[in-house]
T-cell receptor
Framework: DAGVIQSPRHEVTEMGQEVTLRCKPI?????LFWYRQTMMRGLELLIY????????DSGMPEDRFSAKMPNASFSTLKIQPSEPRDSAVYFC???????????????FGQGTRLTVV | AQSVTQLDSQVPVFEEAPVELRCNYS??????LFWYVQYPNQGLQLLLK??????LVKGINGFEAEFNKSQTSFHLRKPSVHISDTAEYFC????????????FGKGTRLHILP
């Protein structure tokens, strides 16, 4: 398996533009996570899907951020409009959650480094 | 809600010396515990995890961690570090039998000194 695949790896955009980050989870995994990593705040969980349904979006910073998972093999994180303070590395991760079973770890993609100028 | 505290943001250690990276957690329910490593410009990868049973867990690259329920700790140790261990280390927690949302600590950067 190729692991979790994120695209693009790097994105530079101007303030006010729309940015879309993409993620393909590991085949067979039913949970997907979007994290944001910054020096100041560390690794923050933005949103978490289980079986394509958003379970917890309490970490989404504001309405400018939205995430979708139209099917089990694809998810997007969109920022519209983007601002310089959104600059960070965004990670997607997936896991194979089984209810009332042993813990399953999350497998991470390589991340998308976003720079908003 | 669960939370993770990594008290040390950076730890310098001489090569071949032992190291301990500290992690404390808080949760109202039983938890699973993880340590992840992040090498420069890469994603996170799992070092080890505690699910149940023996409180001493062995992971990859010679690392081990000990779960201490009374102290709500899960410290990571290695008896002799190598320059290749230079990375950032993250402790993480998820709630047992609830969901697999994983919450991470802020990370500890391990500097190996020659």
């Amino acid at each position: 398996d190729a692991g979790v695949i994120q695209s693009p790896r790097h994105e530079v955009t101007e303030m006010g533009q729309e940015v879309t980050l993409r993620c393909k989870p590991i085949s067979g995994h039913n949970s997907l996570f979007w994290y944001r990593q910054t020096m100041m705040r560390g690794l923050e969980l933005l949103i978490y899907f289980n079986n394509n349904v958003p379970i917890d979006d309490s970490g989404m910073p504001e309405d400018r951020f939205s995430a979708k998972m139209p099917n089990a093999s694809f998810s997007t994180l969109k920022i519209q409009p983007s601002e310089p303070r959104d600059s960070a590395v965004y990670f997607c991760a997936s896991s194979a959650f089984r209810a009332r079973a042993v813990a399953t770890e999350a497998f991470f993609g390589q991340g998308t480094r976003l720079t908003v100028v | 809600a669960q939370s993770v505290t990594q008290l040390d943001s950076q730890v310098p250690v001489f090569e071949e010396a032992p190291v301990e990276l500290r992690c404390n957690y808080s949760s109202s329910v039983s938890v699973y515990l993880f340590w992840y490593v992040q090498y420069p410009n890469q994603g996170l990868q799992l070092l080890l995890k505690y699910l149940s049973g023996s409180t001493l867990v062995k992971g990859i690259n010679g690392f081990e961690a000990e779960f201490n329920k009374s102290q709500t700790s899960f410290h990571l140790r290695k008896p002799s570090v190598h320059i290749s261990d230079t990375a950032e280390y993250f402790c993480a927690v998820s709630r047992m039998n609830r969901d697999d949302k994983i919450i991470f600590g802020k990370g500890t950067r391990l500097h190996i000194l020659p």
